[in-house]
């Protein structure tokens, strides 16, 4: 028997563009009939945008014009979301937000913690502010059940270590 999909809500489908945003915006590949899906997702939860129903309704063969169309969704939207132009900066800002999915749990910690260890500490020549993931990251890649220690073990200091990178940032905001 056929299980029913719960639908979206419009503040999910807003979240699920703006995400799809900054994943884009920081480099990462979005498929095309990903942008399609969110497309339609976003429309059928009840988010209004003049080009919204043109990108839901694309062909398997239009699917080049989507990358097109959902920045037009998103500039509607008012979504748009541009890094910082410094390279360094931009990728900070990238190991915050991913460690901000890490925290609130929309990210699995070892994929998150990955990324930030292939994507952003190799980059920024492993500074220390990023050690934990670094060391979260090999943990949860190469664990192994001889360890003594559960996989949920490590993804729990993976996230807590994600609180922690967070709060010293929220900390540093305030004293500036």
């Known amino acids: 028997m056929p299980t029913e999909k719960t639908l979206m809500t419009r503040d999910d489908a807003i979240k699920q563009l703006s995400h799809i945003a900054r994943e884009r915006a920081f480099g990462r590949h979005v498929g095309s009939d990903?942008?399609?899906?969110?497309?339609?997702?976003?429309?059928i939860a009840g988010v209004e945008s003049p080009s919204l129903a043109m990108l839901a309704g694309l062909l398997r063969s239009e699917e080049p014009e989507?990358?097109?169309l959902f920045?037009?969704?998103?500039?509607?939207?008012?979504?748009?979301f541009h890094?910082?132009?410094?390279?360094?900066?931009?990728?900070?800002?990238?190991a915050y937000w991913i460690a901000g999915q890490i925290a609130d749990g929309s990210l699995d910690p070892a994929t998150g913690t990955l990324l930030i260890c292939a994507d952003?500490?190799?980059?920024?020549?492993?500074?220390?502010?990023?050690?934990?993931?670094?060391?979260?990251?090999?943990?949860?890649?190469?664990?192994?059940?001889?360890?003594?220690?559960?996989?949920?073990?490590?993804?729990?200091?993976?996230?807590?270590?994600a609180k922690q990178f967070l709060s010293k940032r929220s900390i540093a905001e305030t004293e500036d």
């Open 83 to 94: 890094p910082p132009a410094d390279p360094r900066a931009a990728k900070w800002a990238m």
């Open 66 to 68: 989507a990358p097109a």
């Open 120 to 161: 952003i500490a190799y980059d920024l020549d492993y500074p220390e502010e990023l050690e934990p993931f670094v060391y979260c990251a090999h943990n949860l890649d190469g664990w192994e059940e001889s360890w003594g220690v559960s996989i949920e073990e490590l993804n729990s200091e993976a996230v807590k270590a």
């Open 34 to 43: 990903r942008l399609i899906q969110a497309g339609l997702d976003a429309l």
């Open 71 to 80: 920045g037009q969704v998103l500039e509607e939207l008012g979504l748009l």
